[in-house]
């Protein structure tokens, strides 16, 4: 038999072979056609293979030598190419939404850090892709360094470390050190940011006028004895005055903020230490007192986030006012966007160019109360509307029925007011000296029970980061991946395997095979 009639047996073996394995997988049985088929093919193989190892073997010497320096210039490539690629990080990330790279908010954070952070991640394994992660924080800047260790192999490093498992980073900065479990680029962004910035900044909710509290776990009003919600207080329906804002809080702390409760009423605390002051819808009005305090504290150069709900007189309307924002006294109506069933729930997808808005997610507003600007401008105060409702939207006056009347006040509406107050004159050496007051038209946003939906938690956090003056924060939120899917029935998936996984190669190796075998 000829070499190129015994390289044919074995290619039509081969392919044989293959076809019987098809045929089992499509039909997830094995029947006598397939079986006779591997049969056959199996026969095949072994008589072209016995013919040709005779017919090779005669010319197999010559070509030894061919073969080897083949193999050494391939073997001097790859070196080459290994070496070129350990000096010179090249990276493409070719997936549509940057799953292997990190997120321009990350690196723009980085590219401003204040002070060095050095990184020691201990891993095993399993953790290829955090590594991967943290290299791509090293790579980003050069404030950040980084070195790994595996506390199986090292165990010494671990214990120096205080570190017990694997999966877990020591961040240190000028003195400082943080631990960090989480594997998502989040985790280590604020990570990396609260052992550079030091200083925990204070976030001061006013308490004492049924506000939302940050530190309650409660999320809405429930039916009482449905699956989940069972006190045994013997009502049909329970009511919770104070929503919590735990999540709120939670996420606060995450990103390096202390967070706490503050009560102005008894005139025991002090607004000195806050950074912020976050008034979360009070449903009662606070005293005189307390307001001019709020007043006089803005005054020295403080920040503050206003969420007044409708139709509830919280005291603070006049000193919104002298602020250049008026507090509607109505609700806003949206029957053209508008979250779930709730007409009274305005939905907002694009919003007016500001710091605290970029790049934001759609949000919504159970109840949200407008506002509008004074009819003349507060000296030295510049009003800038963040979020407003669409056009189709109007101010309902009626706390009974929502109708549109003639005489209210039409869409587009402001839901969301910036204030800034320059409080001085610049000098030289020193900057003016200002203070920020964000009004918002309703608290229930960014209340346990919606503020992981869509855009709304991101939105409280970018006001509070913008008012602490901590634009570095602002963005940054886990990242998501819509992943595509496909429906297919079993048979589908196995001849998709067989065509994709092995009838393709098979027909390359096949027609390379011929290829060679002619050229012989």
Known sequence: MRPFHAGLVLLVAVAALIGSVAVRLIANEW???????????LSLAVVGGYFLRIRLRAGMTRRRGEIALFAVGACAVLVVIGAFASRVPLRFDLTTQGSHSLSQQTVDMLSRLPA????????????????????????????????????????????RAGVQFAGTAVLESEGRRHFVHGPTETDIANGVLRVSLGVK????????????????????????????????????????????????RNALETINYEVVKVTLAGATESLEPCSVLVVAGPKTALLQGEVEAIRTWLEEGNNAFFMLDPFVDTGLEPLVRDWGIVPMDAIVIDDARYFWADVSTPTVTTYNHHKITRDLALTFYPGVRPFAPTSERVPGTAVIPAVNSSPTSWAETDQVRAERDPEEQTGPLTLVAISSRRLGDETEETDALRSRI????????????????????????????????????IGLEPRTYDLPEINMTNREMKGTFFFAVVLWPALLALAGTVIWWRRR
């Open 201 to 248: 900044q204070r976030i001061c909710f006013l308490d004492g006028h049924v506000e939302a509290d940050p530190f309650s776990l409660e999320s809405h009003d429930h039916q009482e004895g449905a699956p989940g919600h069972s006190h045994g207080l013997g009502a049909k329906f329970v009511l919770h005055e104070r929503h919590g804002m735990a999540k709120a």
């Open 31 to 41: 029947n006598p056609g397939s079986v006779l088929l591997g049969l056959g093919g």
């Open 116 to 159: 060095p952070v050095h990184i020691t991640f201990f891993y095993d394994s399993a953790l290829r892709t955090t590594v991967e992660l943290y290299e791509l924080f090293a790579d980003a800047t050069p404030q950040v360094t980084i070195e790994f260790h595996n506390p199986n192999l090292n165990p010494a490093a671990a214990r």
């Open 438 to 473: 964000v009004v918002a038209g309703d608290a229930d946003f960014a209340q346990n029970s919606f503020f992981h939906l869509l855009g709304n938690g991101n939105l409280f956090l970018n006001i509070v980061n913008y008012l602490a003056e901590q634009e570095n924060l």
